[in-house]
């Protein structure tokens, strides 16, 4: 099944293919849902089926190539069309696949009747497909293809209702705002890419990190490529300086939010670092700014998502800062706690997305949690797998999140020191609490919608099957990465498993501190009753004392307004770059250089082309004598040529 | 010449003698199903799908047919069979192909049934004038090839006789034919009198010599240019083209702008590289004999082509005339490829070859199905098709951003090679010029674009659909074209393994 990794690719491109082409006609839903969600199914099933292949080869053998064909062959480069099946493809394609096909599966359900219905398929299959070659390219050049094309998916889907409003404008406003701050992602992504292939002279990951290791090359080189890697990573992932794009993300539907902008796009960024983790590992400098940032950008999102009302955007601001810890883990060189953060957080926030579509479906479009309440009971199902959810995504002991989050806040101490503990477990903390303030209002308390308008009702099966297996994987997702304390000789399978792939990269920072077992223990226990008891404090606050929260919000006017304005980063770019930039394309730009000098010089030359091919025509006369005497002239002339260079 | 040698001889020309079958077949088909002529675009049909056979399997048999008896050059022959040959011979066939396809559902080649025995006839002879051309080491095997194509050509371009024009064309290609292949013979006449050999070998080795008079030679050549250029339409024997290509039935049109101009080409390469090319460094640079400054010259001329091309074509209302002049630019383009003198400029040869093929007979195809739709290729007829015709609309509009030379379409590829080959070259200069051409004849091939979309259709905007076969072709050419502009590399590395030339 390795060597037919690419139908894993092509599959989904089919569906697109046949989706996107003649999904208009086909008119039957469910034709066209199956076509989508079968074509992600089958690839699931083939990457399954590779990965228990894989798991039978020996360690050494773990990691296999699968050629397709030769794509860029031009004097010293040379791209070959090939993917990279190793242990972490697989764990990332796994997830790709299969939370994707659920997604899919739901999207049937909750796209129910939309016009575009075909339209939403055809997209969502291009992401795939995208998405597979990102995770799977041997490369970085068929990386950099699936990244654009995830890029770009993302832009058609955010706008997918490009008639409806969104915020104070338009979705297709919010997407195009996703696609530019991307672009200034890309764009140090390709620095670094530049500078990989003139450091190195290749782009192929085998052979890059391979000599990355052995070739002499200054700490400021890897620094460099480094960072131009992440802030690519940070375009895509969301982090500080460039995660404006994601709450507005959510303009798209909510199956989007769920896979592209919670799952698997934006964890693309931390997929690449972890694939590059020998680059990285060689640039401590930029380690402990990929670190820095990621905390400060978790503490920072999870803040803002205290006081939000719109429930997806609470979930985007949540995802921003899970997406911190991510980094942070990766910062201080746990890269195998990031990944299997990625994947639990995968898994909860999937469904957490996916339950908040459930409600605003059962909720005729309401996203104002202020206009909830009391929904337990009209939705049960959605309820209890959006509960599950909350629990993992808080730390509670025995569910995924609380393994995934661990780890990282413990490598966190062990390698960054206390201070990245405490701000990690701060945030842990006000995920907590932020969490169940969402259930709170949501589900508890007392029912703050109209009754004569709105009727919630629970969604149907097709929507809350996806719910059920995804809240089964939320609490046992995190017992393959069960911390080496607890699991004794057996040691962490999920670590255990990514090993060779950061071998190279650990062994150049080994710097891992020796700590006892009580120490960590210790820290669990802080930081699981720190959780607890926010979580006990939210649901005090918001079922019982809603007045609490008022006073509070009017006692720290000044933060609440701080945090309810989301640090005012928007209203910051907007003055300090797009402002500046407007204005100067404008008055200096367009007026001037544009108007002046460039259309002056277009208009120019266009007028001295015009001028100079009606003269060229008048050659072309129709008279055959004519043409006759030109050619002899132009032999004359080659003849006078000859004889004065002689 | 012993029996072995002639046997020898045969089995190297096997695709041109199953080509001359085929002709003889097709005029004694024509006289036998005199009234019912149905049959007769399948055997022409079935004559191209044999010849690309055997041209085919010839990969791999090279070497020299009709070898001179002159004991000191006994392994030179008259005519090569090497990589260089097969890969510009499929082109031709290839693109022959196409044009038998194209002829079955062209409006104007329906309309001369009675004698389309005659048409498909003077095809198979223009192929056969192509084949020798393509493979030809002999002066005279030149001309008489040269002048087997050009005859065919002259009485197919005026076929029809649906038009007053047709017959102009016809007319003045055969005047202006007469005159170029006149000034040929006497510089093939020269070349003969300096060296006493017609055999390229035999005058390469010659001319290398100190005692050779130059002038004399230059001179000659320049004469023997004068012939090709009018075969591939460079300046200044361009004039023609515009005219004939707008008087000639569009599949000979379509022929005449592929086919006959790669066989040119590959007449060209093999001449300049044959004679004047003393050996190929390791590089794979061509080492020139000292004759005359033929770098300067021959860049002068593709430039002029390219500007004169692209500059003509900037106002053309007919789609015909226009496409005419952007085949002028594309020789200019293709031209730079051997001013490089490298191997690197002769597989960016290929490639734009095959590339070209593929998106020219692409936009003549479009401009003949909405011909026989309208009755017309003037631009202004064009007004709205992109919205009542989408699926022609979206094909021509691949096409031309193809011809242009934007990515992602195989355009790009074809540009990409040969600038890569002239920066390598360090002709930045050239580079650069050529690159502004592209842009110049951006603004023609959009030109059309906006016609076709920029103007909301009226009522009477016909709405032209392609039958399933058209729709086929259509559609295999448009993949093509943009398959080839994602994955080139069957071309490339098909380009690169046709590099070979016989001797030297």
Known sequence: ?646 | MANTNLYQSLSLIVPEIVLTIALLVLVTADLIFHKDKKSIPFVALAGILLTGYFTLIQIGNYGFAFQTSASAFKHYGMFASDPFSIFFKVIVIVSSLLIVFFSFSSDEIQKITDRIGEYYALIFGMILGMYFMISATDLILIYLSLELLSLSSYVLSGFTKLRDRDSEAALKYLLYGAVSSGLMLFGISLIYGLTGSTNLYIINSLIQSPDVNLFTLAFAVILIFAGIGYKISSAPFHFWTPDVYEGAPITITAFLSVASKAAGFALLIRFVKTTFVSYTDPNGMWQLINVFDWKTLLISISILTMTLGNFSALWQDNLKRMLAYSSIAHAGYILLGLVVFSDQGLKAIFIYFAVYMLMNLGAFLIVMLIANKIGSEEIDDYNGLGFTSPFLGVAFTIFLISLTGLPPTAGFIGKLYLFIALVDAKMIAVAVIALLNSVVSLYYYVRVLKHMYLTSPTKDTPAVSASLPNTILVSALVLATLVFGLYFSPVVDAAESSLFILGL
Request: with cysteine; aromatic share 14%; glycine share 8%.
């Open chain 1, 1 to 646: 099944m390795i060597n037919l990794i690419y139908l894993t690719v092509l599959l989904p491109l089919l569906g697109f293919l046949i989706n996107g082409l003649i999904g208009r006609k086909i008119k039957n839903e469910k034709v066209i849902g199956i076509i989508g969600s079968g074509t992600v199914g089958i690839a699931f099933v083939i990457i399954i089926l590779a990965f228990i292949e894989t798991l039978a080869l020996p360690v050494e053998n773990r990691s296999n190539t699968v050629e397709l064909f030769t794509w860029i062959s031009a004097a010293g480069l040379n791209i070959k069309f090939a993917y990279l099946v190793d242990q972490l493809s697989l764990t990332m394609s796994l997830i790709v696949t299969g939370v994707g096909f659920l997604i899919h599966v739901y999207s049937i359900g909750y796209m129910h009747g939309d016009k575009g219905f075909w339209r939403f398929f055809a997209y969502l299959n291009l992401f795939i497909f995208a998405m597979m070659n990102l995770v799977l390219g041997d490369n970085f050049v068929v990386l950099f293809l699936g990244w654009e094309g995830v890029g770009l998916c993302s832009y058609l889907l955010i706008g997918f209702w490009y008639d409806r409003k969104f915020e104070k404008g338009t979705t297709s406003q919010a997407a195009k705002k996703a696609f530019v701050v991307n672009r200034i992602g890309d764009f140090g992504f390709l620095l670094g890419m530049f500078l990989i292939y003139f450091t190195f002279d290749s782009l192929n990951f085998k052979e890059v990190f391979s000599r990355a290791e052995s070739f002499p090359v200054a700490e400021l080189t890897f620094g460099l490529i480094a960072l131009f890697l992440f802030i690519g990573a940070a375009g895509k992932s969301a982090q500080i300086p460039l995660f404006v794009w994601l709450p507005d993300a959510m303009a798209g539907p909510t199956p989007v939010s769920a896979l592209i902008h919670a799952a698997t796009m934006v964890t693309a960024g931390v997929y690449m670092v972890s694939r590059a983790s020998i680059i990285f590992a060689s640039a401590p400098a930029v380690m402990m700014i990929v670190a820095v940032i990621g905390l400060v950008t978790a503490i920072m999102a999870a803040s803002i998502g205290l006081v939000q009302n719109d429930i997806k955007k609470v979930l985007a601001y949540s995802t921003i800062s899970q997406l911190g810890y991510m980094f942070l883990a990766a910062g201080v060189g746990a890269f195998s706690a990031s990944i299997f953060h990625l994947m639990t957080h995968a898994f909860f926030k999937a469904l957490l997305f996916l339950g908040a579509g459930s409600v605003i479906h059962g909720m005729h479009e309401e996203q104002n949690i202020q206009k909830y309440g009391g929904l337990k009971k009209y939705m049960p199902k959605t309820y209890l797998t959006f509960f599950i959810a909350t629990l993992a995504i808080s730390g509670v002991p025995g569910l995924s999140g609380f393994f995934s989050k661990d780890e990282i806040l413990w490598s966190a101490y062990a390698n960054g020191g206390f201070v990245f503990w405490l701000i990690g477990a701060i945030t842990a903390m006000l995920t907590a609490f932020y969490m169940f303030r969402l259930v709170s209002l949501t589900f508890y308390s007392k029912e703050r919608f109209d009754h004569h308008h709105v009727h919630p009702h629970e969604s149907p099966a097709v929507m809350t099957v996806p719910l059920m297996i995804l809240a089964f994987l939320s609490v046992v997702g995190g017992y393959i990465g069960i911390p080496k304390v607890f699991s004794g000789e057996h040691g962490n399978l999920f670590e255990g498993w990514l090993e060779p792939i950061y071998a190279p990269a650990l062994a150049k920072l080994a710097t891992f501190g020796s700590h006892s077992h009580l120490e960590e223990i210790l820290l669990m226990a802080v930081s699981v009753a720190a959780a607890l008891s926010a979580i006990y404090f939210s649901l005090y606050v918001y079922t019982k004392k809603l007045q609490i929260a008022e006073n509070v919000s009017i006692k720290f006017k000044g933060i609440y307004y701080l945090l309810w304005n989301k640090y005012f980063v928007d209203e910051v770019y907007e003055a300090a770059v797009v402002e500046p930039i407007q204005k100067g394309s404008e008055k200096l730009l367009w007026k001037i250089f544009d108007v002046k000098i460039i259309d002056g010089l277009a208009n120019g030359v266009a007028s001295l082309v015009e001028s100079g091919s009606g003269i060229i025509r008048k050659i072309q006369t129709g008279i055959t004598q004519f043409y006759a005497v030109v050619m002899m002239a132009g032999i004359a002339f080659a003849l006078l040529w000859l004889i004065l260079s002689l």
